[in-house]
């Protein structure tokens, strides 16, 4: 068994909470307590505010960009080598099956050595004013950046942006979630490990009332970057507006797979399963919306259901299809959903509580038929394996009912008919669109969403303006 790392980590050090606080962290497979970690504060995250402004300040600063891409490259290799005991720990802590979590650990190195190799590719232009002026910009670190990440993929999301936060200078402190803050706090390993300058990355874990407010009001943090709900990325707006700095949110999503008549509906039905359970549908692009036309709606059905009945559940550490939902909270939430899907006139054709294992988070494959626009089940974001099944007629309504949510993440099209799939793709109000696969892309696919899913874009290189400003500088020739 891995050590587990349960106190915060700031200015290189391992720590515990000032008042002295600690929480516990739960394997949801078994319901068995992990570890009891620091609790971090306001005084806490002060703390590590003020060590990651030193370090960007002092030894950071004086790192040449081909060093901090060689850097970021060394702990690739380090956690590329470490990647079973990193993905066994992310199991035990999320519950998510173990092959999942080698795959999401894979994921970490592509975007370390992604923006390890963009590191000294970060630069400005000139303008031509003519012969008397020289003109040109330098993109620079905009400093200290706060990251705030969700349990659903606990290090992948940390990896996200902070792989290009460092590639571009800048230093981090990171507020992983409550639920999931043991690989965070077991990546600050390979910081130590690599010599690392210190302060560079700082890990405070704790609840959104204390270490997240604290951490998004903190006027000594220059951008915030935030995965979870749209109330706390308000919240979070209107912190960052007091100070006026950047922020970049990523807010959840409702988002629709439509399946049209044309289309081969054994991928289809897999692809669609593949959308709405991967994660215990625990994805802020889960495909929650099955929008298919009206003629292969029955035997598209039939096949999502056949799928559905296949998926074996279990511990994650038994490396199921499918594992349990992330904590005892969650899963009430899940079941409040499926309860009001049955009271609002859905028909549930499958799923609900689970009855295997006997402990444990677990939920079912669940689908829902009979679906209305009207209903929250298919307007709010459940984050569980629920899919909601709505019919259309004509690829007007399709795009209508596509596009009838505050959401505006992903997508799902499947057709044989590449002139409507490139025509949908335009109509519908979504910031990623994927094509007859769910679930694809890669590290160079800049994603966020449109609406209430966010502001920015996350991956590729796109990612690195959020954590750059632009500084133009004029000079008279004489």
Known sequence: ?????????????????????????????????????????????DDAVSAAREAFEGPWRRVTPVERGRLLYRVARELEARLDEFARLETLDTGKPLAHARGEISGCVGYLDYYAGAADKIHGETIPLGPDYLNYTVREPVGVTAHIVPWNMPLSMVCRSLAPALAAGNTAVVKPAEQTPLTALKFAELFLDLGFPPSVYNVVPGFGEDAGRALSEHPGIDSITFTGSVETGRAILRAAAEHVRPVVL??????????????????????????????????????????????????????????????KLGAGLDDPDMGPLVSSEHLERVLGYIDTGQREGAEMLIGGRAEEPERGYFVSPTVFDGVESGMRVAREEIFGPVLCVMPFSHDEEAAEIANDTSYGLAAGIFTEDIDRALRFANDVEAGYVMINEYHTGGVGSPFGGFKQSGIGREKGLVALDNYTQIKTVVVRVR
């Open 250 to 311: 990523e807010l959840g999503g409702k988002s629709p797979q439509i399946v049209f008549a044309d289309t081969d509906l054994d991928l289809a039905a897999s692809e669609v399963a593949k959308g709405i359970y991967s994660n215990t549908g625990q994805y802020c692009d889960a495909g929650s919306r099955l929008v298919v036309e009206e003629g292969v709606r029955e035997p598209l059905l039939e096949k999502v259901i056949e799928h559905s009945r296949r998926i």
């Open 1 to 45: 068994m891995t050590e587990i790392r349960n106190r915060l980590f700031i200015a290189n050090e391992w720590t515990p909470a000032r008042d002295g606080r600690t929480f516990e962290t739960v394997d949801p497979s078994t319901e068995e307590v992990l570890a009891a970690v620091a609790r971090g504060g306001p005084e806490d995250v």
